[in-house]
């Protein structure tokens, strides 16, 4: 992950030292040997962190993504909310019996997209559609709809083999906004960031997936991947949420309980 620091008066400035060499237009910086090891370690810790507990990326009541890193402090995690201040969460969820016994790529363990024992249309549609993600663009998506702490937890990594072309879509009601994403380095790097929060933002809003239902939220921020993924990569990539998305219909209103 790369971060935005921000200048203000009340940091002091500190000097670092100059490079030797001049950087020219076809240059290339040499990294310090600490600071390349570094740079993966901690790409494999932001991107496993997701799975020790909530799974829940986006903490925010008005779409805007938050960052965190996490450090194991005596057993347990502890969350540190970059950029806005410090929150402490303590987590630590694994329960690999409520994955499913056959693979699929949406794990429905709150119930959102089935009734019981019955698949509701929307999951099977997302399932083909995930399907052709990967099959067309070589990137995995996966879905796991859960209502914190009843979740798999760091079960789904090996389940669903987790790498770094894989979205992790977590569909988790508990704070508020139903979407939240973990995206591997190399989806990182296709993608800008403000697509993520923007999606958040429309789709995962309260008012949204309350009017609409959780499931109508899901289908809906599946399909705007979908469509991102699809688009060349360029400066203007996946500007629009919605774009080429036929407006989806009406399902009730659906206040959970």
Known sequence: ??????SSPCFRTTSFPTLSVPI????????????????????????????????????SATGNTTLFTLELQNGAYEANILGVG???????????????REFTPVIDVA??????????PQEKRLIQEISDIEKDTGFKLRVLAQNYPDTPGLAIKDFWQVDDRT????ADPTFGNILNFNVGDSVDLDIPRSFWSRLAGK?????YWKEKGEDASIEAAVMAI??????PVGPNNCSEVDKGQLELPFVGIHIPL
Not at 111 to 120: E, M
């Open 226 to 231: 979908s469509n991102c993924l699809r688009e």
């Open 167 to 170: 979205i992790v879509f977590v």
């Open 1 to 6: 992950m790369a971060f935005i620091q921000y």
């Open 111 to 120: 119930g959102f997209l089935s009734d019981g024992q019955t698949v509701k």
């Open 24 to 59: 020219r237009a076809s240059s290339r910086l040499s990294l310090p040997i600490t600071f390349r090891k570094w740079v993966p370690d901690f790409r494999v810790k932001s991107l496993n962190w997701v799975f020790s507990g909530a799974l829940a990326l986006t903490l």
């Open 86 to 100: 410090f929150a402490e969460a303590k987590v630590g969820v694994n329960k690999p019996e409520l994955l499913p």
């Open 203 to 207: 789709y995962g809003n309260m008012f």
